[in-house]
């Protein structure tokens, strides 16, 4: 590195996604002085960059140790690190601590970490540097060529770093709502509304992000079960599946997930000329975010169980040798012959139990979030969320728009199925959702977080549930007591059961 040469931002690893971002952050504008204990990294890196700014100044420099990365940065520091959650968030944040970082000096955790876990961490290094965060969204292409970001922690860090975390982030057209694409290297688009906002005190951007990487399981499962009733129950291949996605995809189903399984659909695999999907060993991996989520709404009480469907899904996936023992033992019925007007009945029963499915997904995620703010003293901005998901983000799609409405119109709307236009969509659509729930059921065909998602919408129409019934259960083996019907819910009853006349007692 030159001497003259001062950075604006300090940057520690370069995996795929700080390699991208570092990428974005010079075509942005900014001088990056970047770290990783892997020099190959280090070195790719500065070629990339020479080779895109041609006779252009550089705008990215390697350093070869923490503390060559801060001389290099102009005062007060500003920092990103990307490295794996845990430890690794730990360990980096100790080296600069002795490399002789400031008070100060703010670090930008852009990893997958835990909320919990960045929480403590504010605790643990205020007296160091101000410890703040972002969790991002989009994959590699979105960190190259804009995110969606979620910072949050201390409010004054955040008019430090915000110019910075706008100008890397996705841009929406703010006419239509939609994502403004930007694929050029080194030739940004600044206009639009920018895809990060700030979501509110430590830990609530990365409990944000978990729960969109939720609510992206719940949807990547929604469309895999569509695609089973395709191609096992209606026996098409993948690519009449990838035509009728292609359909979908061009009315409300719009959606990032909906516009790659088609891609994938197409693909054909090199070895065999077969579609590639289907020489793909059917076990989904998982990193844990969705984990995280399904564990959250039960820790809050919170009702995610098209979420927790697909997480269990994935994990039943791995058990690929007992499935294939089981498929010799227990019989399903039999297979039916369809006419061709019963399949394109069964598609059209399809495309509106996917919608409807993945409006109460989204309801679940947006009811968690609810119900953590509240729990937290975050107070989320449902409205801003949504916007900045139009964009960047894994699970963009076209009907963030209409969720950001619903907000707008009632920012303090409980449950999405209760907005107007949602609650009219699943009136509209919901007869087709039943019965095709109804025919993959009686295809043998499962769908876990599709049949879930109704069952959450049918749970939450209900003015009285079973749970009575659970209640009384609850007083007789365990005394748990219960509330009437006629009398202030706040009031507790116990009927002592074994008592012989038995005796209602007020607890």
């Known amino acids: 590195m ?17 390699h991208n971002l570092a990428l974005n952050l010079a075509d942005n504008g900014y001088v990056v002085a970047c770290f990783d204990l892997d020099d190959n990294k280090v070195a790719q890196l500065e070629e990339i960059d020479t ?8 705008r990215i420099f390697g350093c070869s140790s923490f503390t060559q990365l801060l001389d290099s940065l ?40 835990l909320w919990k876990d960045t929480v403590e961490r504010e605790k643990k290094y205020k007296k160091d540097f101000i410890f703040f965060s972002t969790a991002v969204s989009g994959g590699e292409v979105g960190a190259r060529f804009g995110p969606s970001l979620m910072p949050s922690g201390d409010p004054y860090a955040w008019t430090r770093v915000a110019p910075v975390l706008k100008a890397i982030s996705a841009k929406v057209d703010p006419t239509t709502g939609r994502p403004i694409e930007r694929f050029e290297p080194g030739n940004p688009v600044l206009e639009g509304e920018p895809c990060a906002a700030y979501i509110g005190a430590s830990g609530a951007g990365h409990y944000v992000k978990m729960v969109h990487n939720g609510i992206e399981y719940a949807d990547m499962q929604l469309i895999c079960e569509s695609y089973h009733v395709l191609r096992e129950g209606l026996k098409l291949t993948a690519l009449e599946i990838a035509d009728i996605f292609e359909k979908w995809h061009d009315g409300v189903l719009d959606s990032y997930l909906m516009e790659i399984s088609i891609e994938v659909l197409r693909e054909q695999d090199p070895v065999t000329g077969l579609a590639l999907v289907d020489v793909i060993l059917d076990t989904a991996g998982q990193k844990g975010t969705g984990l995280w989520t399904a564990v959250s709404a039960l820790e809050v009480g919170s009702p995610a169980q098209t979420i927790t469907q697909a997480v269990f899904a994935r994990s039943l996936s791995s058990f690929k040798q007992e499935r294939v023992i089981a498929s010799e033992i227990l019989d399903g019925p039999e297979s039916v012959i369809y006419t061709q007007e019963q399949k394109q009945q069964i598609i059209e029963q399809l495309h509106d139990a996917l919608y409807c499915s993945k409006i109460c997904a989204y309801a679940q995620g947006f009811q968690l979030m ?7 003293g975050w107070n989320l901005d449902f409205s ?31 449950n999405l199925l209760l907005d107007p236009f949602f609650s009219q ?6 007869m087709n959702w039943r019965k095709s729930i109804a025919s993959a059921t009686l295809m043998g065909i499962p769908h876990p977080a599709m049949s879930s998602a109704l069952a959450y919408y049918d749970s939450y129409r209900c003015k009285t549930l079973p749970a009575n019934l659970l209640q009384a259960q609850r007083d007789y083996f365990g005394a748990h007591t219960f509330s009437r019907t006629d009398q202030p819910a706040n009031k507790k009853y116990h009927l002592d059961w074994s008592a012989s006349p038995r005796v209602l007692r007020q607890v």
């Open 384 to 414: 801003a969320i949504a916007k900045i998901w139009r964009a960047g983000c894994i699970i963009r799609a076209v009907f963030l728009q209409d969720i950001n409405n619903a907000f707008v119109e009632n920012e303090h709307l409980s």
């Open 74 to 113: 102009k005062k007060p520091n500003l920092l990103m690190i990307s490295v794996p959650a845990g430890n690794a968030v730990d360990d980096v944040c100790e080296h600069l601590i002795s490399a002789g970082i400031k008070a100060d000096d703010i670090i930008i955790d852009t990893g997958n970490s």
């Open 425 to 430: 969509q699943i009136t509209k659509f919901q």
């Open 370 to 376: 609810a119900i953590a703010s509240k729990d937290k």
């Open 2 to 18: 030159k001497s003259e040469t001062l950075c604006d931002i300090g940057f520690i690893g370069l995996g795929v996604m700080g």
């Open 51 to 58: 080779q895109q700014r041609g006779d252009k100044p550089k």
